[in-house]
T-cell receptor, first 117, second 112 residues
Framework: GAVVSQHPSRVICKSGTSVKIECRSL??????MFWYRQFPKQSLMLMAT?????????EQGVEKDKFLINHASLTLSTLTVTSAHPEDSSFYIC?????????????FGPGTRLTVL | GDSVTQMEGPVTLSEEAFLTINCTYT??????LFWYVQYPGEGLQLLLK?????DKGSNKGFEATYRKETTSFHLEKGSVQVSDSAVYFC???????????FGAGTRLTVKP
């Protein structure tokens, strides 16, 4: 149980285009989803926290107009990287937690590797 | 604020060697503590966890004990295998919110 999927697993795009990444909780309702960014050989940096049906809360230094997050349902959150540039190339990982889970543990998706040319 | 510090890597061991990766934390109250493993090109997988003092988390031969007195959650395995080569992250969730705080990660390479 508590499986989180991400799509796509890899994406390559041209500079200036927008890319949408989906995060789904497959067998539980995710009231809260988190988006992380990971640079090579570094730890995960929290970008934003989203609760179903409300606006996301962004961490300091993360541009909310650049990284659009939508959490429209209890099983789906999307991250859209708008007007992507090479410096946005990174590994993006989502996680989710929901009601009814025993602990406040987060369950992680497999990640999406974004390469902007 | 609450944070996690783990030993810097990389760590290189021979197969069947004993593994310790140190992790200490700073937190108010009683956070939940976790170890995650990340294999190349993949997301994070929960390895083990502990939610209160003196709890021992264990999985796949790995163990870690929640030590309140030393604010530590060191990861240990008695005999590592080549397949254990990965990056290991120590993490905590404070007891007053949902944010997970990660350590910097420790890269382990096990050689045959």
């Amino acid at each position: 149980g508590a499986v989180v999927s991400q799509h796509p697993s890899r994406v390559i795009c041209k500079s200036g285009t927008s890319v949408k990444i989906e995060c789904r909780s497959l067998d539980f309702q995710a009231t809260t989803m988190f988006w992380y960014r990971q640079f090579p050989k570094q730890s995960l940096m929290l970008m934003a926290t989203s609760n179903e049906g409300s606006k996301a809360t962004y961490e300091q230094g993360v541009e909310k107009d650049k990284f659009l997050i939508n959490h429209a349902s209890l099983t789906l959150s999307t991250l859209t990287v708008t007007s992507a540039h090479p410096e946005d190339s990174s590994f993006y990982i989502c996680s989710a937690r929901g009601p009814g889970l025993v602990t406040n543990e987060q369950f992680f998706g497999p990640g999406t590797r974004l390469t902007v040319l | 604020g609450d944070s996690v510090t783990q030993m810097e890597g990389p760590v290189t061991l021979s197969e069947e060697a004993f593994l310790t990766i140190n992790c200490t934390y700073t937190a108010t109250g009683y956070p939940s503590l976790f170890w995650y493993v990340q294999y190349p090109g993949e997301g994070l997988q929960l390895l083990l966890k502990a939610t209160k003092a003196d709890d021992k988390g264990s999985n796949k031969g790995f163990e870690a004990t929640y030590r309140k007195e030393t604010t530590s959650f060191h990861l240990e395995k008695g005999s590592v295998q080549v397949s254990d080569s990965a990056v290991y992250f120590c993490a905590l969730i404070p007891n007053n919110n949902n944010d997970m705080r990660f350590g910097a990660g420790t890269r382990l390479t096990v050689k045959p």
